[in-house]
């Protein structure tokens, strides 16, 4: 024997025993996602809410040829053996059982079970009583105008009892964000959306009828009328037509105190003085904000996002202050669309033109500002690909810096550079004069340690689909006051948004005077979008004023 040719045999009979293993480990991979690949998909169901013992179409893909030992599940529950009319590999039509109530749907094949889709028994929406639709006091819905429609579409609610004004009231629809575990029956977080800008959204509201842009945000589900007089009626409204996705994950909860400060007052005779308080926005990823504290009571407890405080004939010396107190409950955002599917309608509606025109904030209009929106798009005119063009420029060719914006948003934009307050201004303003729907969003940016720092970003309107999301400051590769972003893809900053933050304004809201000869003052470095924060009047000659920092007290 040649020595070491035993040793020399032994391993080529461990590489091919580990050879064999790759294979098979490669096989595996390919058998695992060849699996997955298989496994039957739902993209819709016909009709999605019917009357008991309709016939249902199931529309998807990876069904199979033929039934066989597959079956359909709604809420749970199996249709008997001759129920199924027809079964292909993209469409089954099957008679839904009668007694089942409204829930999920899914196809199970030897493949796998497929995602869920909802299926509404119309049986089992709640009707209100014919006496109080009749003759109570309280909200009752008769009718909707349509029973499906993409988010934004117009949507007429007719029924009685919703009051000659909307003060205090709100159409509720569906809302489904992804929540973390928790103790059984328990969620933190609210299950119904009305609109964020009830200015915007609302076209009419009457006593029995009411005109409503479909929310950002909405699921299909039950819509309601809320007023204070009660909840109405519920009837379904579904979702349709969207050109992608959007999921509310990762959610995260904040608490957090801030206070404004009054003294070294000078006054003469009769004064007031008013102050318009920054409240945490309602948003799509931020509906659930709960006052905790609010010393003294202001005197309008919400005017287009802002609590307003007057104070009259102050005195000489005298001292003044407001203590806040907030809960907020924010979720991560992503977004999936397909920009050939955007389906563009005929003419802009009012509420699409209420975020394309300039004012006094976006200055859209602006002749050197629309030729180089131009130059960005080219001529593209759908949004999402316009807004995608306009966010790759920022990133590249605006260049973020620290510091008080103390010029112009214009001046900022010659210069190539912008602190955060202006970098929105800008974005927002290029967006608006390439044709797409937007507004600026500002607020702050919290770190895992609770520190916190101002921060602005952007939102643009896709039709049928809703609001979407870019940071270009963070996309850019900034890092305002040292902010470690969450994403460490930063490409993924247009269309999704992390969690680590809280939004005080969306849009800019341009704010009447309370008097005529009123002296307004904002802070040195303002949390929020709002023409004034301070308005003096009569003979208040002077005073000092001190906006607390915003401390986060608790994360969660």
């Known amino acids: 024997m040649i020595p070491g040719s035993k040793s020399r045999s032994g391993r080529k009979v461990r590489i091919r025993v580990l050879f064999a293993i790759l294979v098979a480990l490669a096989a595996g991979a390919s058998f695992s996602a060849v699996l997955l690949l298989s496994r039957p998909t739902i993209s819709a169901l016909d009709p999605a809410f019917a009357e008991p013992g309709a016939v249902v179409a199931i529309k998807g893909s990876n069904f199979g040829a033929t039934r066989g030992d597959s079956r359909v599940e709604v809420d749970g529950v199996q249709p008997t053996e001759t129920s199924y009319i027809d079964w292909s590999p993209h469409r089954i039509s099957v008679r839904f059982p009668e007694t089942v109530d409204s829930g999920l749907v899914y196809v199970i094949t030897s493949k796998g079970r497929s995602n869920p889709k909802l299926f509404m028994n119309k049986a089992r929406l709640p009707v209100e009583p014919q006496a109080v639709a009749s003759g109570g006091t309280g909200p009752w819905i008769g009718a909707l105008s349509a029973d499906r429609g993409s988010i934004g579409s ?38 119904t959306i009305a609109p964020v800008d009830p200015w915007v959204a609302y076209e009419s509201w009457s006593d029995s009828e009411i005109r409503v842009h479909v929310p950002d945000g909405a699921v299909s589900g039950a819509v309601f009328v809320r007023t204070p007089q009660g909840d109405s009626n519920s009837l379904f409204f579904e979702i ?52 905790l504290q609010e010393d003294p009571t202001p005197f309008v407890e919400n005017d287009h996002g802002f ?13 003044l202050s407001i203590k806040l107190g907030w809960l907020v409950q924010t979720y991560a955002i992503e977004t999936k669309i397909d920009p050939d599917r955007i ?18 904030l976006i200055p859209s209009a602006d002749p050197a500002l629309m030729k180089l929106a ?3 798009v080219k001529g593209e005119t759908n949004p999402y690909k316009a807004a995608k063009s306009i966010y790759d420029w920022l990133v590249h060719s605006l260049r973020w810096h620290a510091g008080d914006d103390r010029r112009g948003a214009l001046e900022a934009l010659g210069a190539r ?33 609770r520190a916190t720092v101002h921060h602005t970003w952007v939102e643009f309107l896709v039709p049928g689909f809703g609001w979407v999301p870019m940071d270009p400051i963070l996309g850019s590769g900034a890092r305002p006051g040292g902010f470690l972003p969450a994403f460490d893809d930063t490409s993924k900053y247009f269309g999704n948004l992390d969690d680590r933050r809280i939004a005080f304004s969306r849009g800019f809201v341009e704010l009447e005077p309370m008097a005529a000869n009123g002296r307004r003052a904002s802070p040195a470095q303002p949390v929020a979008y709002q023409t004034w924060f301070e308005e003096a009047a009569g003979a208040l000659e002077a005073y000092s004023s001190f906006w607390s920092d915003i401390e986060v007290t608790g994360l969660y």
């Open 154 to 191: 117009l949507l007429a609610i007719r029924g009685s009892g919703f009051g000659a004004r909307m003060e205090g009231s709100s159409v509720r629809f569906a809302w489904n964000p992804e929540d973390p575990p928790g103790a059984p029956g328990q969620r933190n977080s609210a299950d």
């Open 240 to 291: 349709a037509d969207q050109p992608g996705t959007k999921r509310l994950y990762d959610r995260r909860s904040y608490s957090f105190d801030y206070s404004v400060a009054i003294s070294k007052v000078q006054a003469s005779g009769v004064n007031e003085l008013w102050l318009r308080v920054p409240r945490p926005a309602s948003d799509t990823s931020q509906v659930v904000v709960r006052n």
């Open 307 to 319: 609590a307003l405080y007057r104070f009259r004939d102050l005195q000489n010396g005298q001292n």
């Open 343 to 360: 389906k563009m309608p005929d003419a802009k509606d009012a509420y699409m033109l209420a975020y394309l025109v300039q004012d006094s």
């Open 374 to 376: 131009a130059s960005i």
């Open 417 to 449: 550079e912008a602190g955060s307050w202006n970098y929105g201004i800008i974005a927002t303003a290029l967006l608006r004069a390439a044709g797409v729907p937007a507004l600026p969003v500002a607020g702050l940016l919290v770190d895992p340690s």
